[in-house]
């Protein structure tokens, strides 16, 4: 790792004002992502302020949902009572991803903010946008087999690899940040971006913003939920294709759907279509292989990444099938 | 007395210090002035470095030196006519880059902190070279090895198979597999005064190291020390002396202090070599009836350009099953990339793969159960060599792991059981690996109280060396293992071979057992009995009558003429039983079955444990496992454990290790042939096997990964 | 030997001597506004090591295994390698420096973590237990027991993170079913592939819990 310098925030204005002061400064919460990205050389920074201490830990009950703070860790959260009762979709996501360690030391704001796994952006003698913009795409005429169906660009082809993420777009969270001058909501949905010419930008927060928490709003999908996720090995590794699947059930009748997928786009790719055709459908496996097909609808497969247009729509198929508990 | 007898359950011996943290690795040594070493990688894949601007690296706080090929002290053995000159790449001996990753700059600071840092200021100009990393493309220029024992060979007619009426051709790939042990490369020397040396290295065989280094730098072995008593994992990765421990010892004479040099995670993939990419083709030709006429068993490879590197891919096809005419071919393609080392199972697994898997393919055209059609082709002698074997038990292995598996409810024809949205499917695969003995030293020394000390150069990687040379020690002199110390790791003990091959337990094993017999003797005679007495004596008393302060004899023992009048084989059959999901193609191994015919079993409880992991090694291979190539770079994409899938705790199924464990009566005094290797090989073929049974879908591409399952 | 800022590529004088003058100490002591750029080039421009010293490393106190430490290290080092290469306390491994292979497990006040992602800094004031903390004196912890009744590991070199993982489970209770203790335990990994006797370690100080 680079030199650089470590400072202890005990606030979240005094750790803003930070990194108002430093361009090189950055946020340090669990560290599992950005103490990677400085070993592997692809950030530089000069100074990490360490928002451990921020009081930004608390779960609870608000009214009309469910507030997390930005630093629970994953475990937390997915360990939690009321994530249980009321949110196992994010529960079972959170636990689809990395390892019970990781978790321990990742939390909500840091997963939310966690950048692509693409080869080519953590390999700096390899080209990546994304690392080093006009550097050019490594991964669009190389190998691609991870990446996106959905929203991508001549510039960038990567995905986003949180799970947690997946769930938090099916239900409609909402990020609430700090900045120097104010504070704002960010619906989820909104929170990440698609490449475009820019792919360096991740998401629509500003540098000097931080994340305070986020909230969920009170749903009916807290029974018939399932998140699968396709991987190259049982656990520890990164999705393929993961489908966040939940529905809200009246004996066979669809009373609403929320469909999110994983790894198919720079950002988690919410399925509105698929969702809008189930509503109102009795849910059965016709119904659902029809669902999954709106959903595919403008996929676009890269040379090694074919197979997603077949697995893709499958995994939303078994997804379904599993939430609704037809196998 | 309690008594420890050959194949006893006996935990190990270094099982208390590996589970309290207590038991010390290459690079924990806490050496007074220890510096760091950290490897700079070039970035292109051949050509030359033009220039090198190590200022900012040089100025950069606590660096001590900054190796270069361009200020580098040269290596004696490197150079042209050395005396006993070192094989393969001559780290800094020159500008040249062969391939991607290969150190350009060894950078030495105060702490790993700034080394590391350092090393990242180093910057390279290169002239770049027109490169070939491409297998696929470059499979044309595959060429015969230089080794004379890698010819073409033919028994009877070469390509007979294409004339029988019943015929099987397919091509089977599989990917370049890393050894990736758990501990990372790792090298501790330093220097007393300008002629000796000592290391603290990740070593599978401390004398084979000792000669390495004692070459490079043109020293008297004598004064080459190695020390490697515990090694985290090797799996044939620190079988030879790589480069980077040749540079670690030029940086450490440079700075005159102990230099520490890691490898990363990631410079793994490149410079401690790996399973190559082969591509294989087989021909099997059969009567209707399911007899072989013909097997035809072709291999390319790659190698790199500045070493050729060969393995035993054909061989099986010329031993395992009977037939009248039996023909392979071998090449290797050399390529702009780090050279291949064994890695276990070595060859014989890339070609129990191939083979297994198109003799199940026989099976279903012909419509003959899968150990049916292995009987019918069984062979009482090695049909290579036309020698008997020195013993064989396949047989055996087949009817005990059908029986254990439940092979009777494997459906006969593929996609015809289903677990829900699971389908089920049986596979069977067999592998052979050589029974091997080399030449070892062992010294034993009784001391008064009636403790034995034993030492020999042997190293323990991970099967518990030590713990079956203890039970063998205790069995033959009749005392508790308590009692019995065992060393190893160290160049100053007596000579013993490498690590590798499966060959441990037969050769250090049998020098164990030797050199007990002759203590014993010994005592006796000092006693006044006759020597072959085998009446139970307290030795301790002897020596104390006798005022002895101990008694110490070192004895070679070696294998006679056996090799060359038998066959000497291990044998296995794995069976698997997996699942494979109908929707996403994810394969589950949910039973392994796993029968070998290993001779004697010196100790049930970690040779269980041995074919276990060996089983989990042969999932990765056949499920997950595949370093990968961007072509246009000449550059892993994957290099590293996130993206490179050895399976974790929830890929390994219920695991069943079955012995035969009747000793060779042939091979060594004790009987053992050997298990390291077989607990692998044929287990990649069994899974893919299984997932045929299972689906209908032959993947002959490894690993069988979900977009292949859905796709083919 | 004299101190060396050009060193010509080619030159044969590798060695840098060790560090030198102590310069402008005060001056540059008291400029207590160490801004990032301060530090960095105290780091590349070789000022006096006391004086880099100065810059670079920060006070920290933490707890291992019981035991009180206070130390000052760079920010840029990890809680692992300051287990490992300062406090000589090297039974927590590194094998991917990466997080993704669970090698150097600890726990931080009770709970397991990945030590090569953390700062040690960011264990200020914390307890940390590793490998080399769980047994009480010769008395084996029942994990570290049963991993060897139970032939646990091979190499022993992921044992360490192995064990630390399976005693922060089994408190998890994430023990009900051999899938559920193989998927929470699937971020250690053993390439000597010991899980299924891993397994059965853990069920057995489980069973003899309950």
């Known amino acids: 790792m680079n030199p650089f310098q470590y400072t202890r925030s005990s606030a979240a204005s005094g750790a803003i004002q930070s990194l108002v002061k430093e361009p090189q400064a950055h946020f340090l919460a669990g560290g599992t992502n950005l103490i990677d990205l400085i070993k592997m050389g692809v950030l530089r920074p000069e100074r990490l302020v360490d928002i451990n201490a921020l009081p930004l830990r608390g779960i609870e009950a608000i009214a009309g949902g469910l507030r997390i703070g930005a630093l629970a860790s994953n475990s937390e959260v997915a360990d939690h009572p009321l994530v249980l009762q009321d949110y196992p979709l994010l529960a079972q996501a959170i636990n689809a991803g990395a390892s019970p360690q990781l978790r321990n030391m990742a939390t909500v704001g840091g997963n939310i903010m966690q950048r692509t796994r693409c080869n080519y952006f953590f390999d700096t003698a390899m080209p990546c946008n994304k690392r080093s913009p006009g550097s050019g795409c490594g991964a669009l005429d190389g190998y691609n087999r991870m990446h996106a ?39 989820f949905s909104d929170f990440h971006r698609l490449p475009g010419d820019h792919p360096e930008k991740d998401n629509t ?45 009246e004996g066979d009748k669809i009373k609403g759907a929320r469909l999110a997928m994983g790894g198919v786009a720079h950002k988690p790719w919410r399925l509105h279509g698929a969702e809008a055709f189930l509503l109102g459908k009795t849910s059965g496996e016709d119904v659902f292989r029809q669902a999954a097909r709106i959903a595919m609808q403008g996929a676009k497969a890269y040379k090694y990444n074919q197979f997603k247009l077949t697995l893709a729509p499958n995994a939303i198929l078994q997804a379904l099938k599993t939430a609704s508990s037809l196998g | 007395m309690k008594k420890d007898k050959i194949g006893d359950p006996l935990s190990r011996i270094d099982g208390r210090l590996k589970v309290t943290g207590g038991a010390k690795y290459s690079g924990e040594y806490k050496l007074p002035g220890l510096t760091y070493g950290v490897l700079v990688s070039a970035t292109i894949p051949c050509g030359t470095v033009s220039s090198m601007d190590i200022q900012a690296a040089g100025k950069a706080p606590g660096v001590l030196a900054v190796i270069t090929p361009f200020n580098a002290p040269k290596v004696p053995g490197y150079q042209p006519g050395a005396a006993r000159p070192v094989r393969g790449l001559k780290l800094f001996n020159d500008d040249k880059v062969y391939f991607n990753g290969q150190p350009i700059a060894l950078v030495v600071a105060e702490t790993f902190e700034r080394a590391t840092y350092a090393a990242s200021l180093v910057k390279a100009t290169y002239k770049a070279e027109p490169f070939e990393t491409d297998f696929h493309k470059n499979f044309d220029k595959g060429v015969i090895p ?75 072995v004598a004064n080459v020390q190695i020390n490697s008593r515990f090694v985290g994992g090797a799996f044939g990765s620190s079988l030879r002396t790589w480069p980077h421990e040749v540079a670690a010892v030029q940086a450490a004479r440079l700075v005159k202090r102990p230099v520490k040099l890691t490898l990363t995670r990631e410079q793994m993939f490149t410079l401690v070599g790996y399973r190559p990419l082969t591509i294989q083709r087989i021909g099997l030709g059969a009567t209707t009836d ?18 050729e590197f060969t393995e035993n891919a054909v061989n099986v096809s010329r031993f395992l099953y009977a037939s009248p005419n039996a023909n392979t071919r071998y090449k290797v393609v050399p390529l702009n990339v780090g050279v291949p080392t064994p890695m276990r199972g070595p060859g014989e697994a890339t070609g129990s793969f191939a083979l297994e898997s198109a003799l199940d393919e026989l099976s279903y055209k012909l419509n003959i159960d899968p150990i049916e059609l292995r009987l019918k082709n069984y062979t009482d002698m090695d049909p290579e060599r036309n020698l008997p074997w020195s013993s064989k038990f396949l047989k055996e292995c087949y009817q005990l792991g059908a029986e254990r598996i439940g092979w009777e409810k494997r459906p006969t024809k593929p996609g015809m059981q289903r677990d829900g949205d699971w389908m089920v499917g049986y596979g069977l695969g067999c592998g052979a690996f050589g029974a091997y003995r080399s030449k070892t030293q062992v010294r034993i020394k009784l001391t008064p109280d009636g403790s034995v000390n034993i030492q020999t150069a042997t190293s323990d990687i991970g099967p518990g060396t030590g713990t079956a040379m203890t039970l063998i020690a205790a069995d033959i002199l009749g005392i508790p293992a308590e009692r019995i110390s065992f060393e190893l790791g160290n160049s100053a003990f007596p000579v013993a071979p490498t690590q590798g091959g499966s060959q441990t337990v037969s050769s250090v094993g049998s020098a164990v057992h030797d050199v007990c017999i002759a203590l014993k003797q010994k005592l006796n005679t000092l006693a006044g009995l006759p020597a072959d007495n085998t009446a139970e004596i307290e030795y301790a008393t002897i020596l104390q009558r006798l005022n002895l302060p101990s008694l110490e004899l070192t004895q070679e023992s070696q294998s006679g003429e056996e090799a060359r009048k038998y066959s000497m084989y291990s044998f296995s059959a794995h069976f698997a039983q997996v699942h494979v999901h109908s929707l996403t193609g994810i394969v589950r191994v949910k039973r392994l079955v796993a029968v070998v015919d290993g001779g004697k079993i010196v100790n049930h409880k970690t040779a269980s444990s041995q074919m276990i992991g060996g089983a989990v090694g042969g999932i990765g291979m056949a499920l997950t496992e595949e370093a990968i190539f961007d072509d246009r770079f000449g550059r892993y994409v994957n290099g590293n454990l996130a993206d490179y899938h050895v399976p974790v705790n929830a890929d390994a199924p219920d695991i069943e290790a079955i012995f035969i464990d009747k000793p060779d009566p042939i091979i060594n005094p004790i009987g053992t042939k050997g298990l390291g290797e077989i607990s692998l090989i044929g287990v990649a073929a069994a899974v893919a096997n299984a997932v045929f049974n299972a689906t209908g879908k032959r993947i002959r591409d490894l690993p069988i990964t979900p977009d292949k399952v859905l796709m083919t | 030997m004299s101190k060396r800022r050009n060193a010509p590529p080619e030159g044969k004088d590798l060695l840098k001597g060790s560090r030198r003058d102590f310069l402008k100490q005060s001056s540059l002591l008291s400029a207590a506004a160490l801004t990032p750029g301060t530090l960095i080039r105290a780091a590349n421009e070789q000022w006096d090591e006391k004086v880099a010293d100065a810059f670079e490393k920060l006070p920290l106190n933490l707890e291992v295994n019981g035991v009180k430490y206070s130390v000052n290290v760079e ?35 009770g709970v397991r973590i990945n030590s090569c992602l953390s700062l040690a800094l960011c264990n200020e004031g914390k307890k940390v237990t590793t490998i080399e903390g769980l047994a009480k004196g010769d008395v084996l912890h029942p994990m570290q027991e049963a991993f060897i009744k139970h032939d646990g590991f091979q190499c022993g070199y992921c044992t360490s993170g192995q064990i630390m993982s399976a005693v922060a489970l089994v408190k998890e209770g994430r023990t009900q079913s051999p899938g559920e203790i193989s998927e929470f335990m699937s971020g250690n990994i053993c390439r000597c592939g010991a899980y299924s006797n891993i397994v059965k370690a853990i069920q057995e100080v489980k069973n003899s819990q309950s």
């Open chain 1, 149 to 187: 169906l959905f929203g991508a660009s001549e510039k960038c082809i990567a995905v986003n690899p949180s799970d947690m993420n997946v769930a938090l777009t099916a239900l409609e969270a909402v990020v609430h940040v700090k900045g120097p001058k104010r504070d704002r909501k960010i619906a």
């Open chain 1, 205 to 249: 927060l500003e540098r000097t913003e931080l994340i305070i928490s986020v909230d969920l709003p009170a749903n009916s999908f807290n029974r018939h939920v399932h998140y699968l996720k396709v991987r190259d090995r049982t656990s520890f590794a990164f999705a393929l294709i993961s489908v966040a699947a939940a529905l809200d059930l």
């Open chain 2, 146 to 220: 230089n080794e004379g024992r890698y010819k073409d060979y033919v028994r009877g007619e070469a390509d007979a198979y294409k004339k029988a009426p019943v015929v099987v051709e397919q091509d089977y790939m599989l990917p370049s597999e890393m050894h990736n042990p758990m501990e990372l490369h790792v090298t501790t020397a330093f220097w007393d005064g300008d002629d000796k040396v000592t290391l603290y290295t990740k070593s599978q065989g401390v004398i084979g190291s000792q000669r390495s280094i004692a070459n490079a730098f043109g020293l008297e």
């Open chain 2, 290 to 307: 399911g007899k072989l006429m013909g097997i035809t068993h072709e291999s390319h490879s790659q190698t790199a350009v500045y070493e």
């Open chain 3, 75 to 109: 920010p840029r080092v990890t809680l692992l390698d300051l287990l490992r290469e300062q406090l000589n306390l090297t039974g927590s491994k590194k094998g991917c420096d990466r997080g993704q292979c669970g090698a150097c497990t600890v726990h931080v006040n």
